[in-house]
């Protein structure tokens, strides 16, 4: 192993570009197991007082596992060539587990006007580890952090939409709602420690629309 | 938002909250009844994401800045599809839809100054399907990408500077056979 200011001899430049020409072309082959289970209860009322209400109850397990190949390629095709020669290979397993308390309440604000708020609460733990098989001497995998990393975040969205209806011709509606993509662990690389995990992010939407029906022709 | 950046080394891609965007949009969509078999759809879409302050990672090789677009969403897409849709015979009935379905060119990074950055250039696909559907049982055939185009899903650049393109799948045709018990 070289320090960080030494530089190679040409006759070392020379073997390390031989060495990458032989493993060229190269492909990223990434067999992929998933299990993953989802369990939802959603009771839904009859209409009461005028309001119709839904609660829900989410829960979901899934856990992956990747092996990630750098493998020579098949020069004609560009595909894998088999058998696999392989030029460094990673294993990398995550894991996520969340849960979501939910419910939502429509009614009536007049003869043609309908409202509907909803709240959602969730949490959820994510986490990832991964295992360097065979370094690539490429592209330096050797230098990801072994171990298992997890983040985890709790939060509320909430959703609110008007819809007027005239008719059968003519419908409007107002969609107000945050969202959110879940946060996880980077393991690609040898990552800070502000770079190992990034949390959620929050999505807030607005959307109007208009939907209108005549002679055919819906727009 | 949460956007994939690469590493210093430009070797690998790994993901982080690099601060808020803004993303505007508006969609038109319209159902044409030509005859009461045959249904002309269109939708358009046109989509404006971009940062709304500069990239928060001060690790990326690169910079984001306030007003740069978001990588990976076209502005303009759409679709047209012709579906015919009919009773062929007792207890039994056709549908067949044709669709063409294109998308804008998008790039790979936030400006054409961080490395990594590309272009994709926009796509157009034509999909067809044919289901016949009895009380009992369907029968649907599913033709993706009839003219067999070879234009990349998207193009990433490389530590080692090459473009790879992550190509689409090919000519696909799927058969679906199924029964109600």
């Not at chain 2, 070797?11 to 159902?31: K, P, Q």
């Not at chain 2, 978001?70 to 897409?77: H, I, K, Y």
Request: with cysteine; proline share 6%.
């Amino acid at each position: 192993m070289l320090a960080a200011d030494a530089v190679c001899t040409v006759p070392q430049q020379d073997r390390y570009r031989a060495y990458v020409t032989s493993r060229l072309p190269a492909i990223l082959h990434q067999p992929m197991h998933v299990a993953s289970a989802s369990r939802e209860v959603r009771p839904r009322s009859e209409p009461l007082a005028g309001l119709i209400v839904t609660t829900g109850l989410f829960a979901e397990h899934r856990r992956d596992r990747v092996s990630s190949y750098i493998a020579l390629a098949d020069s004609a095709t560009d595909l894998l060539l088999r058998p696999v020669s392989v030029t460094g290979l990673r294993t990398i397993e995550t894991g996520l587990d969340q849960t979501a308390l939910y419910g939502e309440v429509t009614g009536a604000l007049g003869p043609h006007v309908t409202a509907t708020a909803g709240l959602r609460a969730f949490r959820y733990v994510r986490e990832a580890s991964g295992t360097v098989e065979q370094p690539n001497l490429i592209t330096g995998t050797a230098s990801i952090a072994p171990g298992r990393f997890t983040t985890s975040e709790n939060g509320v969205t909430w959703k609110a939409r008007l819809l007027w209806k005239s008719g059968s011709c003519l419908l409007a509606y107002l969609w107000f709602a945050d969202g959110f993509r879940p946060g996880r662990v980077n393991i690609t690389f040898a990552p800070t420690g502000a770079e190992r995990s990034y949390h959620s992010d929050a999505l807030a939407s607005y959307k109007a629309g208009l939907q209108a029906r005549r002679r055919g022709v819906q727009l | 938002m949460i956007d994939t950046i690469l590493s210093g080394d430009s070797a690998f891609g790994y993901d982080a909250n690099v601060g808020d965007a803004d993303i505007d949009g508006a969609e038109v969509a319209a159902a044409v009844s030509l005859s009461p078999a045959l249904t002309l759809f269109l939708v358009g879409s046109w989509t404006d994401a971009g940062l709304a302050e500069d990239q928060r990672s001060p690790a990326a090789p690169g910079q984001g800045s306030a007003g740069d677009r978001v990588p990976d969403v076209p502005r303009l897409a759409g679709n047209a599809s012709l579906a015919w849709s009919g009773r062929v015979a007792d207890r039994m009935r056709l549908d067949a839809p044709l669709d063409v379905l294109g998308r804008g060119a998008h790039a790979s990074q936030f400006d054409p100054a961080i490395a990594g950055y590309a272009r994709t250039p926009a796509q157009v696909q034509l999909d067809g399907h044919v289901v016949m559907e009895h009380t009992r049982w369907s029968l649907s055939l599913t033709m993706r990408k009839l003219l067999n185009e070879r234009r990349p899903d998207q193009i990433l650049v490389t530590g080692l500077g090459e473009r790879q393109s992550f190509g689409p799948y090919p000519r696909a045709i799927l058969l679906t056979l199924a029964g109600r018990i």
